[in-house]
Antibody, heavy 119, light 107 residues
Framework: QVQFVQSGAEVKEPGASVKVSCKAS????????LHWVRQAPGQRLEWMGW????????KYSQKFQDRVTFTRDTSASSGYMFLTRLTSEDTALYYC????????????WGPGTLVTVSS | EVVLTQSPVTLSVSPGDRATLSCRAT??????LAWYQQKPGQAPSLLIS???ARSTGIPARFSGSGSGTDFTLTISSLQSEDFAVYFC?????????FGGGTKVEIK
C-alpha cells in the first residue's frame, strides 16, 4: 500500500524559507516521480512540479521555478521541497504525491503539511 | 495553461439520488482528465483517469465521461461516504492543472 509521511506544520515569517519532507513506503521509491501540489485556503490545488526519484531530474512549474527546489534521498525513500522568499500567499497545505515524469494522474498522496507565513 | 472550470460549486443531493458534476477545459485535453475525491482533513484520492477509467477499488456507481473540453462525473446513487469535494485535473499539458472543485453535500 502506497503511503507517505510528511513533516509537521511550520510557521514562518515573510522572507524566510521552508523545507517540507515526504517519506514514502509501499513501493519502489526510485521507480516513480514525486510531485508536489499545494492548496491555499479557499483556492484550487496548484501543481508545483516533480522530481524523478530515480535520477534526481526535476521539472518545476514556471510560477515557482525561481523559488523552489526539490531534492530526494533514495536511501531514505524521501523527497524534500524547499521554498524560499515566503510571502503570505504561500500559506497553504503542501502535498507530495506519487506520479510519473510524463503526464499522468497522481495516484497516492501524502497527508499534507501546513505552512503558515505570518509576521 | 489549461483552466478547468467545475460546476456547480456546491451540489445538494439526497442519499440514493444521482449526482452529475461537470468539468470544462479552456482547450482540448483529449481524454487526459482525472477525477479526485477529497474528504475533510484528507488528501485527494484518485477516482477516475483517462476520463472514464475507474481506479482499482472504486465502486461502479462512479462513472466518468467526455473528451476534448467537456467532462462529466456521475455518481449514480449517492452513499453517505460519497459526500465530499470532487476535483478534476488535466494531464494533457504542463503545468498540470486542477478545477476549483464541486462540494457534494447532503440535502
Amino acid at each position: 500500500q502506497v503511503q507517505f509521511v510528511q513533516s509537521g506544520a511550520e510557521v514562518k515569517e515573510p522572507g524566510a524559507s521552508v523545507k517540507v519532507s515526504c517519506k514514502a513506503s509501499g513501493y519502489i521509491f526510485s521507480n516513480y516521480a514525486l510531485h508536489w501540489v499545494r492548496q491555499a485556503p479557499g483556492q484550487r490545488l496548484e501543481w508545483m512540479g516533480w522530481i524523478n526519484a530515480g535520477n534526481g531530474d526535476t521539472k518545476y512549474s514556471q510560477k515557482f521555478q525561481d523559488r523552489v527546489t526539490f531534492t530526494r534521498d533514495t536511501s531514505a525513500s524521501s523527497g524534500y521541497m524547499f521554498l524560499t522568499r515566503l510571502t503570505s500567499e504561500d500559506t497553504a497545505l503542501y502535498y507530495c504525491a506519487r506520479g510519473y515524469v510524463d503526464s499522468r494522474p497522481l495516484a497516492g498522496w501524502g497527508p499534507g503539511t501546513l505552512v503558515t507565513v505570518s509576521s | 495553461e489549461v483552466v478547468l472550470t467545475q460546476s456547480p460549486v456546491t451540489l445538494s443531493v439526497s442519499p440514493g439520488d444521482r449526482a452529475t458534476l461537470s468539468c470544462r477545459a479552456t482547450q482540448s485535453v483529449s481524454s487526459d482528465l482525472a477525477w479526485y475525491q477529497q474528504k475533510p482533513g484528507q488528501a485527494p484520492s484518485l477516482l477516475i483517469s483517462g476520463a472514464s477509467a475507474r481506479s482499482t477499488g472504486i465502486p461502479a456507481r462512479f462513472s466518468g465521461s467526455g473528451s476534448g473540453t467537456d467532462f462529466t462525473l456521475t455518481i449514480s446513487s449517492l452513499q453517505s461516504e460519497d459526500f465530499a469535494v470532487y476535483f478534476c485535473q488535466q494531464y494533457n499539458n504542463w503545468p498540470l492543472t486542477f478545477g476549483g472543485g464541486t462540494k457534494v453535500e447532503i440535502k
